[in-house]
């Protein structure tokens, strides 16, 4: 029994070795990788792939969005709760309202003020746009081919270490929320 014991610490100690030594490898694969785009700020990122935020919206458009935010804050008092809009709401699935929620909430509070809602559509419109952009065949989905052919980065180097950030599953092709989920902190000047 307490050899038995003995061997279970043994293969424990080892797996957690390997756990943390498989750890430090990615690390450094990471780091290693990661070259080009560490001379960047995460704006100036999206700045490169065509982004404008503020300066690519009209007034008009800004308007458009307060009046839609208005529709769903139906207490009136300037911001989104979770029940307001991931519970109440009507578009998209519960699921795709909390993930939009969550990253709108810039501050964390819980809440979505109409500023953190107009800055997140801003946001999210103009990248969606420019996905569908590069998607040549436009099938909703990315690949490093298609991102790689819009040739918006030039430096081939930096375009690949881009992919590879957006690209969180590593399956070489991106879908909508995982090219955005990024994106929303590079547009926000944040590292993901
Ligand atoms: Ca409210
Ligand atoms: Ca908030
Ligand atoms: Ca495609």
Redo the contacts with the bound molecule.
């Keep these: 029994m307490k050899f038995i014991n003995k061997i279970k610490v043994v293969v424990l100690t080892t797996l957690i070795a390997l756990f943390f030594t498989g750890c430090n490898t990615t690390n450094k694969i990471a780091k290693k990788k990661l070259k080009a785009i560490t001379s960047l700020k995460p704006k100036e990122i999206v700045i490169l792939l065509g982004a404008r935020i503020w300066d690519g919206v009209s007034e008009r458009q800004i308007e458009n969005y307060r009046r839609v935010f208005g529709f769903g804050?139906?207490?009136?008092?300037?911001?989104?709760?979770k029940k307001?809009y991931i519970e109440n709401g009507r578009y998209m699935t519960p699921q795709a309202r909390q993930g939009i929620f969550k990253a709108s909430d810039a501050n964390n509070d819980g809440f979505v003020t109409q500023s953190e809602y107009v800055e997140n559509r801003i946001i999210t419109d103009e990248a969606k746009r420019i996905f569908n952009e590069m998607d040549a065949d436009q099938n909703g989905k990315l690949t490093d081919f298609e991102f790689f052919k819009a040739g918006k980065i030039k430096e081939q180097n930096l375009a690949e270490e881009i992919f590879l950030v957006l690209d969180s599953n590593g399956n070489k092709e991106l879908i909508i929320p995982e090219y955005l989920r990024v994106w929303g902190k590079w547009a926000r000047n944040i590292s993901p």
Excluded: I
Excluded at 75 to 81: A, E, F, L, T
């Design positions: 804050d139906t207490d009136k008092d300037g911001r989104h709760s307001e």
